[in-house]
Structures are given as structure tokens and as C-alpha cells.
């Protein structure tokens, strides 16, 4: 049980930083979501969006954040 608490507070401590991030992002006018190459199609009666870009990105940072955390550990 113990092990699960923990889990449980690490996940919200990353979901507090991510809303946080996101916050700043929209007070800086950082264009996350309208990158070229984010793919958006309006059609008569629905929009379809695909973030391609955005998501590229934001796996690059979290792969390198994720990289340098783990070296770290060693």
C-alpha cells in the first residue's frame, strides 16, 4: 500500500508541474499547438486536429528531461 501512496503523489506532482508549465506557456504565448506542421481540417459540421509537431516536441524535452534525471541515479 505504501508503494501505491507514493506512486499516487509522484503522478500528481508531475500533473501539478504540467498544469503549471501549461499556465506559462499560455501567458507567454509559447504557440505549443500551432506549430507548422500540426495538422488541423475543418470540414462543414466537425474539425479534426492533429498536434504532429507539437507532439515531436514535446517528446524531445521529455526524453532529454527523462535522460539527464536518469544519469543522475547512477
Known amino acids: 500500500m505504501t508503494d501505491l501512496g507514493k506512486l499516487l503523489l509522484v503522478l500528481g506532482g508531475v500533473i501539478l508541474m504540467v498544469g503549471a508549465v501549461l499556465l506559462l506557456a499560455g501567458r507567454f504565448n509559447v504557440p505549443l499547438g500551432r506549430l507548422p506542421g500540426d495538422f488541423v481540417h475543418r ?9 504532429l509537431t507539437t507532439c515531436i516536441v514535446i517528446s524531445v524535452v521529455l526524453s532529454l528531461i527523462f535522460w539527464f534525471l536518469g544519469r543522475g541515479h547512477k
Open 43 to 51: 470540414g462543414k459540421n466537425s474539425v479534426i486536429y492533429f498536434p
